[in-house]
């Protein structure tokens, strides 16, 4: 959350002004519980709530979601939506003096304007012709050697450049929730090559890799990098060491369950994301798993039958 010092008592007061008296607070987590604004009240039509405290917020994570009608009745989501939806103009400009910033970039509709090279061609839509190029052996022979299979490649659209500002470089292509481009990755493939990654201008912390393929009910895993990814299913490259803060939220909010498997070299940032994703309501569901040291998903293909997933103390 990086803001460890930040003065969240203006929030709280905010919030207890909506939604009455809190049921259950923890402010070294930032979690509180109210009843819901919508089913304890409108629904059983008493004026007062029904004492359960469905509603959860977690103002340091920026979400809030009732346990009871998050889904049927839409009530989750960021803390400025609550404010928004169930508070009054005054509570809301109150609170967008008052937010951490983390929170205010959320609320700003920004997109990142990635477009693949024009020089993409998918692995799956070939030419005959080119085919029998070297360009084509040379991408192939890349993908060959990493194991990633025909099933992968469908799955992910992965394809190569073999020309124009990404030329001789996998793309690996990441899609949102919708199925538009948010983002992707460009490996070179040629054996010594000046840079292995050159990767496209974009704000890599708003970005869910691949979200239109995660299914949020199963478990989770969480892994370092595209490559990882593409071999194990349900799986959100941090694309990196460190989570951002949209993926923190995104998986309060929706995961149920949640295996962290970094590269073999990050136990220690490993520890730390579980340490900090195993709290509120998600306590109890996050695992990890230790992989020896000189190895990652990637490496593993996906299989990781032969280690254990352990929750820490
Ligand atoms: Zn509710």
Known sequence: MGTSDFDYEPIVDILEDILGEYRMHNDYKGQMSFDCPVCSYELKGLDHGDGKGNLEVNYKYNVYKCWSCGETNDTHGSIHKLIKKYGTTKHLKRYELVMPEEAYENTKVKKNYVRLPK????????????KKTHFYKQALNYINKRNITDEII?????????????????????????????????????????????????????????EHLIKWDEPIYIVEGAFDSIFLENSIPMLGKVMSEKLFGLLYE????????????????????????????????????????????????????????????
């Open 119 to 130: 020089e993409f061609i998918p692995f799956t839509s070939v030419s005959e012709g080119l």
């Open 154 to 210: 469908k799955r992910n659209n992965i394809g190569f450049c073999y020309d124009g500002p990404y030329m001789n470089r996998i793309i690996i292509p990441s899609y949102d929730e919708n199925g538009n481009l948010n983002y992707f990755i460009a490996r070179s493939y040629e054996n010594k090559p000046k840079l292995k990654y050159k990767n496209p201008e974009a704000q890599k912390e708003i970005i869910i890799w691949n």
């Open 254 to 313: 929706k995961a149920k369950e949640i295996i962290v498997v970094l590269d073999g070299d990050a136990w220690e940032n490993s520890q730390k994301i579980y340490h900090k994703l195993n709290g509120g309501r998600l306590f109890g569901s996050v695992w990890t798993i230790k992989l020896p040291l000189d190895k990652d998903v990637a490496d593993l293909q996906g299989d990781l039958s032969q280690f254990e997933k352990i929750q820490l103390k």
